[in-house]
């Protein structure tokens, strides 16, 4: 049973940092893609980085470019989201979700396992 747990979350300033982690377990993922999504009250969720497992391969969505950084650390089965220069647009629940294809996906739909998320909060 493949099992991701976000952590790391919390509530930051606004020009702050914050590094999201999410600890998977429960299968090889080194033929997989990891995402990391975001969900805003009222709003949809949103593709906001990923990551190849087997290499280095990664994609960020324009509103995180520069600011984020999606990484993985293969002997803890772990993928990380550096946030920096957070805003208070990037408050959300923060989820992380896996897919066994080697290329990157950037639809929510497509993913097949999800975490349960963890709060970020941005204050100005």
């Known amino acids: 049973q493949v099992q991701l747990v976000e952590s790391g979350g919390g509530l930051v300033q606004a020009g702050g940092s914050l590094r999201l982690s999410c600890a998977a377990s429960g299968r090889t993922f080194s033929s997989s893609a990891m995402g990391w999504f975001r969900q805003a009250p009222g709003k949809e969720r949103e593709f906001v980085a990923a990551i190849i497992w087997s290499n280095t391969n990664t994609h960020y969505a324009d509103s995180v470019k520069g600011r984020f950084t999606i990484s993985r650390d293969n002997a803890k089965n772990t993928v990380y989201l550096e946030m920096n220069s957070l805003k208070p647009e990037d408050t959300a629940v923060y989820y992380c979700?896996?897919?066994?294809?080697?290329?990157?996906?950037?639809?929510?739909?497509?993913?097949?396992?999800w975490g349960r998320g963890t709060q970020v909060t941005v204050s100005s």
């Open positions: 979700a896996a897919v066994g294809r080697p290329w990157i996906v950037i639809i929510d739909k497509m993913y097949e396992y």
